[in-house]
């Protein structure tokens, strides 16, 4: 078992000051962009935006409606981070100087993509929202790679960033699929029920990488899984019922969701083992 630590590196000068205050106030200003531009104030929700394109129904890959409310709990986490980072006795914290630049990045980028789907751009969307996984994706590799520091503050980063990434894994594979629909480029051979498994096959195996990854990790890796779990469950519910059914890609998105819960689990408790 990996023992926290205190984690004090440096004494706290001006720019960890600096540090707490933007990403406080960053991420303030980003929650509450994506909330207003995603329509929850009453303006045109994503869905209906540029032409619909990313609605549950535009393609095999898209989620079913229900599948967004993982964004509350993102938010809710995105912003007890902002608070708890920016406490004076934080100042220090090693995985916060790391990371805190990171998460404020992701979250600014998830507003620019909100505004970008709102100017009817879905190929900037896709540009956009793979910025925001490699982002997402660096700042998981930094916080397998430190050791936890106080407990409180360590679950609350790693939870928080790990339904994030796994959530934008999965939305950034719907993304690209909603463009290259919108883009007519036609079924490319397979057709859209065989490319559709194809990319969910692809996303079994990203969370399997994921797992095997962040094995020490549970505190990061298993949010990572369930939050792709869930987005994965979602496709395959809205391709069983509604109006774009499709079995195929239903089935494979069941067996992509059970992949993803079950294999950070098994990581973990294999890691644990040895």
């Known amino acids: 078992m990996e023992t926290m630590t205190a984690a004090v590196g440096r004494p706290a000068t001006s720019r960890d000051r600096v540090r707490q205050v933007t990403v406080l106030v960053g991420a303030a200003v980003a929650i509450v962009g994506a909330a207003i531009g995603s329509g929850a104030f009453g303006g045109q929700p994503v869905a209906e935006a540029a032409g619909g394109a990313l609605s549950a129904t535009a393609t095999p890959l898209a989620p079913d409606g229900p599948a967004f409310s993982v964004w509350s709990v993102i938010y809710t986490g995105l912003a007890v981070f902002a608070v708890v980072q920016a406490l004076p006795r934080q100042a220090t914290d090693r995985r916060l100087r790391a990371v805190a630049w990171w998460v404020l990045a992701s979250m600014l980028l998830n507003a620019l993509w909100i505004a970008v789907v709102q100017a009817d751009s879905v190929g900037g969307s896709v540009l956009v929202i793979v910025a925001l996984l490699a982002v997402l994706a660096t700042t998981y590799v930094k916080l397998v790679r430190l050791p936890h520091t106080g407990r409180a503050t360590s679950v609350v980063t ?34 859209a029920t065989g490319w559709s498994v194809v990319v969910l096959a692809a996303a079994a195996v990203l969370s399997v990488a994921y797992a095997v990854f962040g094995r020490r990790r549970p505190t990061v890796v298993l949010p990572i899984g369930f939050a792709m779990g869930w987005g994965l469950l979602w496709i395959g519910l809205g391709r069983s019922n509604g109006p774009l059914l499709d079995g195929t890609v239903a089935t494979a998105a069941f067996v992509a969701a059970g992949v993803a819960v079950l294999a950070p689990v098994v990581a973990t408790v294999a890691a644990r083992r040895r």
């Open 158 to 191: 790693d939870v928080t960033v790990g339904l994030y990434t796994g959530w934008v894994s999965v939305a950034t594979l719907a993304n690209t699929a909603a463009f290259l629909a919108a883009a007519e480029v036609g079924e490319l051979g397979l057709g």
